[in-house]
């Protein structure tokens, strides 16, 4: 009995080995708007290099991003203490590199030592350096047992310190390949600049799925460099393409007529719509709109007027969210429920217009001196949805008697305008939200910072106000009870709220299009979106060739 | 003929220095020129945005940018292109083929098309005969370069045949042009009348003439064909110098962009200097000797 039952999976394994030779690879397609500027993990600072560091890199922590709470990988524990200054991890046991290189605890010493090299100035490092100082970084454990540790030591507290290794995909110390030998379930292949980059299966990559096969699933994912999104859609519609990890709402409303099943909507992403206004002592601007500008009630009267409900009918056709501050509704944690995004009422606005001192003359709106409220407000040049934006926040401001005027300039221009000269007086920009800690936020709210927009690189705080976020934000950052950060920065939203330094209008939906060939798919609305469970996904014929691998790891 | 050689070598080499000189103060002086968008990164520390900002600050003087820059253009050395972060050389050695051979394709494919067109034009000489190919031109001639591209890229056509339809009408409308000035020359009445068929007069006569005059559009076509790779290949997604080109324009990446103009400086300069040449040689062996010089 046993013979027979032997002989027919045999028999069946050498069918399905023969079925998978005679067919072709299982392959993921889909694309990147551009080159990677970088295989090397540590300097990834654009969404191309991003992408490659996520399929390749193998990390010690991850966040589901479905569930949103850390999951260890090639640490099976680790443990934070010191208030964020100390982390101790034990690392995952008989793991090795693509290239065959044993997992050691030198690894990630040596990947540290690297990332924390002041002369890299890697975003992914930076967000360590929370004081100046060395990072201390030594293996733990002992062979005799065939534990291996690592305890990594910060000058600092450092704010979410077990999420930031999220980010962290360890390097080989030891390995000739340097960067190309990896730890995550697929290994760069092959790159033809301008045209692709091919990632192949990690034959050593250490998860099995529920049933002990060796994951991932695909032999390949093959990322085409395509950065007209018209040309993207024509071959996703044609089957060249699985997966569109992002679309925008008109595309994917036209999609969604002709293929139900490919598109998905994920609901509210993470990233903002907002608006701000000039509030630079120096900035070249006259006196009279200064004061509008940092007076709490025009930004409040103009946040009111705004009627975000209309922009996300027409301008996102329904695939947005009316903003309610920084944090978005799928950052289920750390948002501050009791917040109501603004009414866009023609006369809660109108009162607060008052109250600052705005009056009516005839059709237009003037400040207490006479001067006619006329602004202009920048954007990106080529963002449609911006574009759009704009026509019905002018529309909306007219009802007031205010005069908008639209310019839009091209992204390093824009730039210029708001970081080096200020020459502006309001902007519309989107921001990319990747991490749903508010620490991430860091730069944007504390005045020192230069990423504080509206008013950068302050010596002191210019208002009270934004003392008490510099105090929140300090504190919410020192602090590893998550319980007592959520009251702190609760807090600031709150602020954020009643002062409005910022506009937040939507958080625009996270869609994409799907081939109904791809299967496990789990969208979620944390970056990236379709492939964050990259190992179990599986294309057409990756079940021939799941079996394929089984085979080659029996053998 | 050496010296003409000399003389062209040496308007080659000035024009080439002075273009690449006013590419780079054209781009110094644009908006938006030494801004880095990573300065809007949330993630990156206080020290590392100043660092950012001290790498763009090395280009801000144009003058010491552009002798450094030549300096390592003698030596093979065109500068590190910051929006691709990779030696420019590197990247043109990948992606100047491409675009070679979609050049090659293009102009070829456009001056045939133009030229057979505008033979067929003048041969048959019938009222309307040029109907057709003049739609056909006026109409490529009125469609910019992209909505080209985007039509044949709609109907599968490889980009390649968008830049000889860019090419294409020019050549024609001088083709014809040129051809029908010669073909009303007294030399023409004069064969025609003599009863040489009409294939031998065009050929013989009319197209052989207009030869030197038809050889200098290519140094124009050839920077017509350029000019349009760029949107061709933005909108085809063809891994080109064309697209390198967009990229850098948008990144106000210096050395990327001075290198491009140079290059493209260089190849139109030195098609029609070959035209030149080619015109001088033509001229040397059919023109008679003046009356009175004696023989070699």
């Given at each position: 009995m046993l013979m027979r039952c032997r002989l027919t999976r045999f028999t069946m394994a050498l069918m399905l080995c023969g079925l998978a030779a005679a067919s072709s690879a299982s392959e993921l397609r889909f694309c990147l708007r551009i080159d990677p500027k970088t295989f090397n993990p540590l300097l990834v600072e654009d969404e191309a290099s991003q992408t490659v560091r996520y399929l390749t890199g193998g990390v010690l922590i991850r966040l589901n991003r479905y569930t949103q709470e850390l999951e260890g990988e090639l640490a099976t524990k680790w443990k934070v203490s010191e208030n964020g200054r100390r982390i101790d991890f034990d690392l995952r046991p008989g793991v090795r590199f693509s290239d065959g290189t044993p997992f050691t605890c030198d690894d990630v010493v040596y990947t540290m030592r690297e990332l924390m090299d002041p002369n890299l100035h890697s975003p992914t490092g930076d967000v360590f350096r929370s004081a100046p100082g060395p990072v201390e970084s030594r293996c733990t454990g002992s062979s005799a047992t065939g534990s291996a540790g690592v305890t990594v030591r910060f000058p600092g507290p450092v704010a979410a310190l077990a999420a930031q290794f999220d980010q962290v995909a360890i390097l080989s110390a030891h390995s000739a390949a340097k960067e190309s030998a990896v730890l995550g379930p697929f290994a760069l292949?092959?790159?033809?600049?301008?045209?692709?980059v091919l990632l192949r299966r990690n034959p050593n990559y250490w998860k099995r799925d529920a049933n002990g096969h060796p994951l991932p699933y695909l032999d390949a994912i093959r990322l085409e460099i395509q950065q007209n999104r018209e040309l993207e859609l024509l071959r996703f519609r044609r089957g060249e393409l699985d997966i569109v990890n992002k679309l925008d709402p008109e595309m994917y409303d036209r999609l969604s007529s002709e293929?139900?099943?490919?598109?998905?909507?994920?609901?509210?992403?993470?990233?903002?719509?907002?608006?701000?206004?000039?509030?630079?002592?120096?900035?070249?601007?006259?006196?009279?709109k200064r004061r509008w500008f940092r007076s709490d009630d025009f930004r409040r009267a103009i946040s009111e007027g705004i009627r975000r409900d209309d922009l996300v009918r027409i301008v996102y056709r329904g695939h947005a969210r009316a903003a309610v501050g920084p944090v978005s509704t799928a950052n289920r944690f750390w948002l501050n429920s009791a917040l109501q995004p603004p009414s866009g009422s023609q006369t809660a606005a109108l009162a607060l217009l008052e109250?600052?001192?705005?009056?009516?003359?005839?059709?237009?709106?003037?400040?207490?001196?006479?001067?006619?409220?006329?602004?202009?407000?920048?954007?990106n040049a080529g963002n449609k949805l911006h574009e759009r934006t704009l026509a019905l926040i002018q529309q909306d401001l007219a009802r007031f008697g205010i005069q908008l005027n639209v310019v839009t300039l091209d992204f390093p221009s824009l730039v210029e305008r708001i970081s080096r000269t200020f020459n502006y007086e309001a902007v519309l920009m989107a921001i990319t939200n990747v991490d749903l800690d508010p620490s991430a936020q860091m730069n944007i709210w504390v005045s020192s910072a230069a990423n504080h927009q509206w008013n950068p690189n302050q010596k002191t705080p210019a208002t009270p106000w934004e003392a008490e976020i510099d105090k929140l934000m300090a504190e919410q950052g020192g602090s590893q009870d998550r319980d007592k950060r959520k009251?702190?920065?609760?807090?600031?939203?709150?602020?954020?709220?009643?002062?409005?330094?910022?506009?937040?209008?939507?958080?625009?939906?996270?869609?994409?299009a799907v081939s109904p060939n791809v299967k496990n798919v789990t969208p979620a609305v944390l970056a990236p979106q379709i492939y964050w469970n990259v190992e179990h996904l599986q294309v057409g014929n990756a079940l021939v060739s799941q079996a394929r691998n089984a085979l080659v790891n029996q053998r | 003929m050496l010296s003409l050689l000399l003389r062209q070598a040496r308007r080659i080499l000035l024009t080439v220095l002075?273009?690449?000189?006013?590419?780079?103060?054209?781009?110094?002086?644009?908006?938006?020129?030494?801004?880095?968008?990573?300065?809007?990164?949330?993630?990156?520390?206080?020290?590392?945005?100043?660092?950012?900002?001290m790498e763009r600050a090395k280009e801000n003087n144009i003058a010491l940018f552009y002798v450094r820059y030549l300096g390592g253009f003698l030596h093979g050395d065109f500068g590190f292109s910051r929006s691709l972060n990779r030696p420019v050389a590197e990247l043109l050695k990948e992606r100047l083929p491409l675009t070679l051979e979609s050049l090659g394709y293009g102009v070829f494919?456009?001056?045939?098309?133009?030229?057979?067109?505008?033979?067929?034009?003048?041969?048959?000489?019938?009222?309307?005969?040029?109907?057709?190919?003049?739609?056909?031109?006026?109409?490529?001639?009125?469609?910019p370069a992209a909505i080209i591209a985007l039509v044949l890229l709609w109907i599968g056509v490889a980009s390649r045949w968008a830049i000889a339809l860019v090419v294409f009408p020019h050549v024609y409308r001088y083709a014809k042009n040129q051809l029908i000035a010669t073909s009303q020359s007294p030399h023409v009445v004069a064969a025609e009348a003599k009863g040489l068929s009409s294939w031998r007069v065009l050929w013989a006569h009319v197209f052989t003439p207009a030869a030197p005059q038809l050889a200098a559009l290519a140094g124009i076509s050839v920077s017509l064909a350029f000019g349009a790779s760029i949107p061709i290949e933005v909108i085809c997604d063809t891994p080109g110098v064309g697209q390198l080109a967009w990229r850098a324009a948008m990144d106000r990446d210096l050395p990327m962009l001075v290198t491009i103009t140079v290059l493209v400086a260089l190849m139109t300069l030195v098609v029609n200097s070959l035209a030149d040449l080619a015109l001088a040689a033509w001229k040397n062996n059919t023109v008679p000797p003046a009356a009175g010089s004696a023989p070699a």
């Open positions: 292949g092959e790159y033809k600049p301008g045209a692709y293929m139900p099943h490919a598109v998905v909507d994920a609901g509210p992403s993470l990233d903002w719509e907002i608006v701000f206004f000039n509030q630079v002592a120096n900035a070249p601007l006259p006196e009279y109250h600052a001192g705005f009056r009516r003359s005839g059709s237009t709106l003037v400040d207490r001196d006479g001067n006619r409220v006329e602004f202009s407000m920048i954007t009251i702190y920065f609760d807090r600031v939203q709150q602020i954020a709220a009643d002062k409005v330094p910022m506009l937040f209008l939507v958080n625009p939906n996270a869609l994409s | 002075l273009g690449g000189l006013l590419g780079a103060t054209l781009v110094r002086l644009g908006p938006g020129f030494g801004v880095d968008e990573r300065e809007l990164d949330n993630r990156l520390s206080a020290d590392s945005q100043q660092a950012i900002r494919g456009g001056a045939s098309m133009g030229l057979v067109l505008a033979l067929l034009t003048v041969w048959w000489r019938a009222p309307g005969s040029d109907l057709v190919p003049a739609l056909l031109s006026g109409l490529c001639l009125a469609a």
